[in-house]
């Protein structure tokens, strides 16, 4: 059974550019998280996607959004790149909300820089 | 709000050796799911460990376990006979029902050989 694909794995952007990201959750997954991660802030959430519905968000400025796709693909995309974005963003996926559902796995990152 | 604290940023430990990593949370939910999960170099996060609240006996998985105390909302993870392959940075999570993961800044972990 394959992972969570995140595409791609590092990106390089200039300031005020726009990146989309992509997450594939494992098959049969419905829920789709995105996370920030910096060495001084740690992991940040940023949003949750269950069944093509955002179900939680994060203190994330409008810049960030992201939506998924009746086949549970995920994309996050970051508009007008500040400096401060550049991060490791990862992509989780769970079998849904509640229940023994719960526990999450993740992909293996995509690595932005923004110069 | 919910809130997840690592105290430990760093610790070493000599191969083979025990080492317990703290994590404590703050929380006014009775049902909700804590992990552990370890990042390596490779930086793609693993499930080490998962502990229902409403559980008292402590999740064990190998030479990974843990000591969840409820009441004190405290919830460490000891490994055992550790091994080079344990290096890594561990993160400890809090979920409630239906609710976004909570991760601690995480403590790094030295295996000394």
């Known amino acids: 059974k394959a992972g969570v694909t995140q595409t791609p794995r590092y990106l390089i952007k200039t300031r005020g550019q726009q990146v989309t990201l992509s997450c594939s959750p494992i098959?049969?997954?419905?829920?789709v998280s995105w996370y920030q991660q910096t060495p001084g802030q740690g992991l940040q959430f940023l949003f949750e996607?269950?069944?093509?519905?955002?179900?939680n968000k994060g203190n994330f400025p409008g810049r960030f959004s992201g939506r998924q796709f009746s086949n549970s693909r995920s994309e996050m995309n970051v508009s007008t790149l500040e400096l401060g974005d550049s991060a490791l963003y990862l992509c989780?996926?769970?079998?849904?909300?509640?229940?023994?559902?719960?526990?999450?796995?993740f992909g293996q990152g995509t690595r932005l820089t923004v110069v | 709000a919910q809130t997840v604290t690592q105290s430990q940023p760093e610790m070493s430990v000599q191969e083979a050796e025990t080492v317990t990593l703290s994590c404590t949370y703050d929380?006014?939910?009775?049902?909700?799911?804590l992990f552990w999960y370890k990042q390596p170099p490779s930086r793609q996060m693993i499930l080490v460990i998962r502990?229902?609240?409403?559980?008292?006996q402590n999740a064990t998985e190998n030479r990974f376990s843990v000591n969840f105390q409820k009441a004190a909302k405290s919830f460490s993870l000891k490994i055992s006979d550790s091994q080079l392959g344990d290096a890594a940075m561990y993160f400890c999570?809090?979920?409630?029902?239906?609710?976004?993961?909570?991760f601690g800044k995480g403590t790094r972990l030295h295996i000394l050989p």
């Open positions: 989780a996926s769970s079998l849904g909300q509640g229940g023994s559902n719960t526990e999450a796995f």
């Open positions: 098959s049969g997954h419905r829920s």
């Open positions: 996607y269950f069944s093509e519905t955002q179900r």
């Open positions: 929380t006014s939910e009775s049902d909700y799911y």
């Open positions: 502990q229902e609240a409403y559980k008292q």
């Open positions: 999570a809090y979920r409630s029902v239906g609710d976004k993961i909570i």
